[in-house]
């Protein structure tokens, strides 16, 4: 069973910068893939960002050039830097992680608004 404390999220002005972090409990997190995904009201939930255990990206063609993934395995935690923030990128932003199982956070709320 995999857990996770997400963190970071708020409200920030177009142009804006947010650093999310979901730290990830399970003795295993370094053989997981983990990914950020958004839900805005109303749409389903995309893909943002994704990284390997073995630290490849991939990233939603929206964000490329303005989003960072990147992965700590000493301290099990996963970060979004997210830059050049745009109202559409306004959403629950979510930590999921894909090994044994797959695994969700509860979500965290980002709004781009001025």
């Known amino acids: 069973q995999v857990q996770f404390v997400e963190s970071g999220g708020g409200l920030v002005q177009p142009g804006g910068s947010l650093r999310l972090s979901c730290a990830a409990s399970?003795?295993?997190?370094?053989?997981?893939?983990m990914g950020w995904f958004r839900q805005a009201p109303g749409k389903q939930r995309d893909m943002v960002a994704t990284?390997?255990?073995?630290?490849?990206?991939n990233y939603a063609d929206s964000v490329k050039g303005r989003f960072t993934i990147s992965r700590d395995n000493a301290k099990k935690t996963v970060y979004l830097e997210m830059n050049s923030l745009k109202p559409e990128d306004t959403a629950v932003y979510y930590c999921?992680?894909?090994?044994?199982?797959?695994?969700w956070g509860q979500g965290t709320q980002v709004t781009v608004s001025s």
């Open positions: 999921h992680a894909l090994g044994s199982g797959v695994y």
């Open positions: 399970g003795s295993i997190f370094s053989r997981y893939a």
């Open positions: 990284i390997t255990s073995g630290g490849s990206t």
